[in-house]
């Protein structure tokens, strides 16, 4: 489904789109939405796409399995924002198991906020297409017009493997951003598997990113920048 919605709480469904379409779009939403105990997937474009161009949104995913199989596909979670507009992802004991792109992809654009919660969440990628350089986590702050945007993150407790490029990748795009935020207790790759964590890019490379008590397997190469 696809929309506009001011507040919603959905649980235990199933949505699948083998066409062009997302499994999921919401569009300027604002309020509180929660998705628990669900089934997301799509066909040739992202399993579930949120852009916030205005006003608040709190998101809530708990529980829930997110896939993007297509080899012609793109993202499993793309959550975007820009203008002056708040999104604040709350997303806990949720599986992301394939993307082509990215398995979760969150940009704060221009003069947008953010404050991210990641906790407990399995992500490995089964698509047998993954574009080069993708395939992991990229969270991004800035860029678009007078950018100045703001990214707070709690990232704890996950477990990441399969990417192409960056395993985790938090990016500050141009402009005066202020990113702050906390990566524990995490786990990259597979111990004794080659290239389980990234075939090509760096197991953990960020800005303002200090990573505390992780386990990053088949670190080749790591960096935190």
Partial sequence: GDGSV????????????????EGVMLAGSTGTIALTNSTVSSGTDDAMVVTQPSGTLNLTLTGDTLTEANTAGNDALNISSTGSATVNPTISNTKINA???????LNIGDAS???????????????????????????TAGGGTSPHATLNYDIQHNTFRDSLGNAVGIVNEAGTNAIRG?????????????????????????AALQVVSSQINDAHNTGCN
């Avoid at 001011?6 to 379409?21: E, F, K, L, Q, R």
């Avoid at 993307?99 to 992809?105: E, I």
């Avoid at 969440?121 to 990229?138: A, D, F, K, R, Y």
Wanted: glycine fraction near 16%; aromatic fraction near 4%.
């Fill in 113 to 139: 906020s953010s404050t991210l919660s990641f906790m407990n969440n399995t992500l490995s990628n089964s698509n047998t297409n993954i574009v080069s350089g993708g395939g992991g986590v990229t969270i």
């Fill in 99 to 105: 993307a082509r792109g990215d398995l979760f992809q």
């Fill in 182 to 206: 906390t990566f524990s207790k995490n786990t990259i790759g597979d111990a004794g598997v080659a290239t389980s964590a990234t075939a090509q890019g760096s197991e953990v490379a960020g």
């Fill in 6 to 21: 001011v507040g919603a709480t959905i649980d235990d469904v199933t949505v699948s789109d083998s066409g062009s379409g």
